[in-house]
């Protein structure tokens, strides 16, 4: 066989020819011959803002919208997230028990928490940085939070100061405080919020031995270029910051001389520990594992929030917060006993989707659901909300 033979021998036929040709066309996307391989692969497009439902659909948006970084500062909880799945998880362990519907026009969500009247009992979450999520970061949470006539707790690791944040609208202002060992540190931060109106002090206790670190690339954001966080530099082979590991329940007998507002326990899971509380004068809990960023393995809010609540016995406010997204799971809380919920990730989702507008879109569908979900339970008003009206199997 000659050479010209042998390159026909071994060259592509006719047909595996057209048949490679075929197959590239057939993979082209600008023919959409080939499926996508996403669940619903037609509708590629994001919900715009008018067809949002639940707070669920913020989610994507946001997560389109900000950094990798600090979509994972806000999506992910500490070492394996057992915590941070059991917080959703707990919702399916407690059931919604009709008691003969009323009308939701006839329904009052209007409460009082630590003698301050409140329209609704949802509250907006101290979380950091808001600022990562839109530019208006806090400044926009709470004319959002007022909007909706819910009441804000800051956090101490805000985007902006705190008299700031007060300046930009009139409704109900909390000041969450990450408090430092050296307790004068902490007189001039605490001074400052209660100048600029702060309604209570939250001490956040429920951070002490968490490590939370996921390392990201450099972002642009706000006309600033950020780097990846820093691993703190510890003392410890552990990774745990020196800020942690020193709390005593005297912090509570310490802080009372520099405060002159209600003072909030904020990460209690257990009865004992609103216990102590008590005896150190705090005048509200806030049932909280930090979102599952505090430690993992723990239990989720919802399941330990009746034995807090007994403990304390009507003595004092309880709150809770980590996991809530739908008016069904405040419902579920007021029922097994809390005051009021507070949301964190779900506001989150909504300020950096939209701004200002979408986290108050959250809180207005969170709190139609908890209407319609009284509405079917047969509850009128809070007062009327009992344990009636769940029925649990915690697992």
Not at 34 to 43: A, C
Not at 77 to 90: I, K, P, Q
Not at 156 to 168: G, K, L, Q, V
Request: glycine share 10%; with cysteine; aromatic share 8%.
């Amino acid at each position: 066989m000659g050479q010209q033979e042998e390159t026909w021998r071994r060259g592509f036929s006719r047909r595996e020819a057209l048949c490679g040709l075929a197959t590239f066309l057939a993979s082209s996307p600008l023919l959409h011959a080939q499926r996508d391989p996403w669940p619903l692969g037609d509708h590629r497009r994001m919900l715009g803002f008018n067809e949002m439902l639940t707070a669920f659909d913020f989610e994507p948006v946001f997560r389109a919208n900000v950094p990798l970084s600090v979509y994972d500062y806000t999506a992910h909880g500490t070492d394996s997230e057992f915590t941070l799945r059991r917080n959703r998880d707990v919702f399916d362990w407690v059931e919604l028990v009709s008691g003969g519907g009323v009308n939701p026009d006839q329904v009052d969500t209007s409460t009082t928490v630590l003698g301050v009247p409140l329209k609704n009992p949802i509250m907006v979450a101290p979380t950091a940085r808001q600022r990562d999520l839109h530019p208006d970061g806090e400044l926009g949470m709470y004319r959002a939070a007022t909007t909706t006539d819910s009441a804000m707790i800051v956090s101490d690791n805000s985007s902006f100061p705190f008299p700031r944040i007060a300046d930009a609208a009139e409704g109900p202002l909390w000041y969450q405080l990450y408090a430092s060992q050296d307790i004068e540190a902490n007189r001039q931060p605490l001074a400052d919020g209660q100048a600029a109106g702060a309604q209570t002090i939250v001490v956040t206790i429920d951070q002490q031995t968490s490590l939370y670190d996921r390392s990201a690339h450099d972002f642009h954001l706000g006309g600033a270029v950020r780097g990846p966080r820093q691993r703190r530099e510890t003392s410890n082979p552990y990774g745990v910051g020196e800020g942690r590991l020193w709390y005593e329940w005297k912090l509570f007998d310490d802080l009372r001389a520099l405060v002159d507002v209600p003072i909030l326990a904020k990460g209690i899971l257990t009865g004992e520990g609103a216990k102590k509380c008590l005896d150190h004068g705090v005048e509200g809990i806030v049932v909280s594992n930090h979102g599952g960023r505090a430690i993992d393995y723990g239990p989720s809010t919802l399941e330990v929030l009746e034995e807090v609540v007994e403990a304390v016995n009507g003595r004092v406010p309880v709150l809770i917060d980590s996991g809530f997204r739908r008016g069904s799971d405040v419902l579920k809380a007021l029922a097994l006993g809390a005051d009021a919920v507070c949301l964190g990730r779900a506001a989150r989702w909504g300020l950096g989707a939209f701004g200002e507008q979408g986290a108050q879109k959250v809180i207005e569908i969170i709190h139609a659901e908890l209407v319609h979900a009284m509405a079917a339970a047969g509850c009128r008003d809070i007062q009327s909300i009992d344990r009636s009206i769940v029925r649990t199997n915690f697992a």
